[in-house]
């Protein structure tokens, strides 16, 4: 079928109509909203830990899965669930996201231990795999592809980086406030509502839905990721050379390695291999992992070094990152603007480069120093790169996708940032804490040698994930086309 915004001659052919249809402004407004939550979730209980800790008498090791659940089921199934959404419909699987994580936050917030925690924050995170790519998918079928597309994910990816910090700071203030459990009790009316909603306002669609549903490669590919978010996430702490770390990473291989034999054989494949031919496309989804690996270590150890050499308060922490959201919002609608007049290449380069130059500013922040002077300026360039980058990896992410396989971009992107995120903590602070119990051992307790122990392991971490946004220049600058890909037609149907 024709996709939104395009009409069938009667050739067969498409002719392109760029003006998106009436109501897109409802549908562009609910899936960032639910999107919103979805990503806010993802950093909503960083603060609130400690509270967490104390009401159900957690182990550090068993705090820790608070979070790595939710991101390890999240990261596992967008590819799944972007499928799903093709397959089945991508409002169906919107709603029926939508209500499991409202009732999943329920779960956590009545949770009466650590296990019945960690287990309702995995079912969170399978909600959030749903929403994320169906949402994605919803957007980019209702805006064609050109000017209004770029405004609609303009938003989107504005939105995608401040929703992470609005986690942190509605953390901070509602575990200070009526108390932890709220951090989840908050989701239940929006998420419900949403779900109810989304049928005035989302017209359902999906893609070819000619041949089987590809369950091997959906098993094997979800296996692979779910593996290997958690084996990142656990590296930092059991080493990377353990055998446990080598052993899964082999299986995560040949897990992979199964999917793509499945895939190059079967007529209905998950993902479709060919969508790796768009150089554009391939090239996003690369320096998203890079990306998002830069930016998941940067919140990581800007929290951190705020709190451990700064001193700042955990909520006073979250608040100093409110300028860098606006700034993201600045330089996604800065972005926004250029793509519609040039290529993405050179708005993903100044993006990185801009982002780049503010974690070197952050790599120099001396012990003594001040917010005003050494952290805002290095946060304000960092967001209004991220900005940049984020609108752009997006748009670059969805260019020449066709309407059926819309779901398959949506998950891989989406993916792409999740395995990206993980992964950059895990390398970030293997180099940030090699030695470090060492050097703290060896300072017997001195708050000022500890202090500057500790500032001696971020400043390296500021570092490592500067040149994760090198690496991610280079990629851009050798990969990326220098011409806009045209819009493709519908996948051909077997």
């Known amino acids: 079928m024709a996709a939104p915004g395009t009409t069938a001659s009667s050739s067969g052919s498409l002719s392109s109509d760029t003006r998106a249809p009436a109501g897109s402004g409802a549908i562009l407004a609910f899936v960032c909203i639910a999107q919103f939550m979805v990503f806010t979730d993802v950093s909503i209980v960083n603060l609130a830990l400690p509270s967490i ?71 969170q995170g399978m909600g959030s795999a749903m929403i994320a790519p169906a949402a994605l998918s919803i957007l980019t079928n209702t805006f064609p592809e050109g000017p209004e597309r770029n405004k609609a994910l303009g938003v989107w990816g504005s939105l995608t980086g401040i929703a992470s910090i609005v986690g942190v700071i509605a953390g901070g203030v509602l575990a200070d406030g009526p108390g932890w459990e709220w951090i989840f009790f908050i989701n239940i ?20 839905r000619s041949g089987s549903f590809d369950t091997a490669g959906a098993f094997t590919l979800t296996s692979a990721l779910l593996l290997l978010i958690f084996t990142l996430g656990e590296a930092t702490h059991v080493g990377w050379g353990s055998a446990r770390t080598v052993i899964s990473l082999i299986a995560v291989a040949a897990l992979l390695a199964t999917f793509l034999t499945i895939e190059s054989k079967t007529r209905s ?17 690369l320096a998203a992992v890079l990306v998002f690996g830069m930016m998941g270590a940067l919140f990581f150890f800007a929290s951190l070094f705020m709190q451990q050499v700064f001193g700042y308060s955990p909520m006073k922490a979250g608040f100093a990152y409110v300028p860098l959201a606006v700034f993201v919002a600045v330089g996604a609608t800065v972005a926004s603007i250029m793509i519609t007049k040039m290529a993405p290449k050179p708005v993903l380069m100044a993006g990185l480069a801009t982002m780049v130059v503010g974690l070197l500013l952050l790599w120099r922040a001396p012990v003594g120093g001040s917010y005003a002077v050494d952290l805002l300026p290095a946060f304000l360039i960092v967001g209004l790169g991220s900005g940049m980058v984020f609108v752009t990896l997006q748009i670059a992410a969805f260019a020449g996708v066709s309407e059926d396989e819309a779901g398959v971009g949506a998950g891989l992107i989406n993916t792409s940032q999740e395995a990206g995120g993980a992964l950059g ?70």
């Open 269 to 285: 494949p998950m993902m479709p291999l060919r969508i790796f031919r768009n150089k554009t496309l391939s090239t996003a989804n």
């Open 425 to 494: 903590i895990a390398v970030v602070a293997t180099i940030a804490y090699s030695g470090l119990a060492a050097k703290l051992f060896a300072a017997k307790g001195d708050v000022a040698t500890v202090r500057d122990t500790y500032a001696d392991a971020m400043h390296n971490a500021f570092l490592a994930a500067a040149l994760f946004g090198v690496a991610a220049l280079v990629l851009a600058i050798i990969l990326m086309p220098s011409k806009k890909a045209e819009p493709s037609a519908p996948a051909p149907v077997h």
């Open 189 to 208: 009316p929006i998420g419900l509502g949403a779900a109810l909603l989304a049928p005035r306002i989302v017209p359902e669609s999906r893609g070819d």
């Open 53 to 123: 800790k104390e009401g159900l008498g957690m182990t550090d090791i068993k705090l820790e899965y608070v979070v790595t659940a939710y991101a390890t089921a999240l990261g596992g199934f967008l590819l799944l669930g972007g499928r799903l959404a093709d397959a089945f419909g991508r409002r169906r699987l919107l709603q029926t996201g939508l209500t499991l994580f409202a009732l999943a936050s329920l779960g956590s917030g009545l949770a009466e231990n650590g296990n019945m925690l960690i287990a309702f924050r995995a079912l």
